[in-house]
Antibody
Framework: EVQLVESGGGLVQPGGSLRLSCAASGFTFNSYGMSWVRQAPGKGLDWVSSISGGGGSTYYADSVKGRFTVSRDTSKNTLYLQMNSLRAEDTAVYYC?????????????WGQGTLVTVSS | DIQMTQSPSSLSASVGDTVTITCRASQSISSYLNWYQQKPGKAPTLLISSASRLRSGVPSRFSGSGSGTDVTLTVSSLQPEDFATYYCQQTYSPPYTFGQGTKLEIK
């Protein structure tokens, strides 16, 4: 059974940093692309970043480029999102999601989400 | 960047009705279009990939069609559990943008 469990969310001040983790199980982690998608309170889905199965290709939304870094650790079956220079508009529930294949970012399984609140 | 526009933004319908939601891309995305369903307080779930490929386990009353710039999701014979918010997403090229969502409510 595929499981994705996010952690690392919380309250952070503007300009601060946070690292989200997504522990994956139930599939061969390095064979699938992974993505981060966020949802601000009461708003729609907002794609943030994706990374290929091998980790060699990464993609970012313009709104987070240069501030966020996606990475993955195959030995730990864990996906990460390092978030720096956080802004109020980054406040959202952050979901990690599994792709259909190594270079696919169609998200067929999602975690339960972790809430990030950026506020002073 | 490819912009995705869903219509309508909200929709009221009754159990047993058939509804159609449209997603329009700002440029051709071939069939790289996916549909997700989200219920309040829950993570989204994948319904359809590649415009028309029904995910295993998803009821056959859900169907997708179209390619290029216009893709549609049709839900036939609405069931109570279908009242939710639906999102399209293009995976043709990054950034992999979502539509703004369509909230399907019970009339």
């Amino acid at each position: 059974e595929v499981q994705l469990v996010e952690s690392g969310g919380g309250l952070v001040q503007p300009g601060g940093s946070l690292r989200l983790s997504c522990a994956a199980s139930g599939f061969t982690f390095n064979s699938y692309g992974m993505s981060w998608v966020r949802q601000a309170p009461g708003k729609g889905l907002d794609w943030v970043s994706s990374i290929s199965g091998g980790g060699g290709s990464t993609y970012y939304a313009d709104s987070v480029k240069g501030r966020f870094t996606v990475s993955r650790d195959t030995s730990k079956n864990t996906l990460y999102l390092q978030m720096n220079s956080l802004r109020a508009e980054d406040t959202a529930v952050y979901y990690c999601a599994k792709g259909l294949g190594s270079g696919s970012y169609v998200s067929d399984y999602w975690g339960q989400g972790t809430l990030v609140t950026v506020s002073s | 960047d490819i912009q995705m526009t869903q219509s309508p933004s909200s929709l009221s319908a009754s159990v047993g009705d058939t509804v159609t939601i449209t997603c329009r891309a700002s440029q051709s995305i071939s069939s790289y279009l996916n549909w997700y369903q989200q219920k309040p307080g829950k993570a989204p779930t994948l319904l359809i990939s590649s415009a028309s490929r029904l995910r295993s386990g998803v009821p056959s009353r859900f169907s997708g069609s179209g390619s290029g710039t216009d893709v549609t999701l049709t839900v036939s014979s609405l069931q109570p559990e279908d009242f939710a918010t639906y999102y399209c997403q293009q995976t043709y090229s990054p950034p992999y943008t979502f539509g703004q969502g369509t909230k399907l409510e019970i009339k």
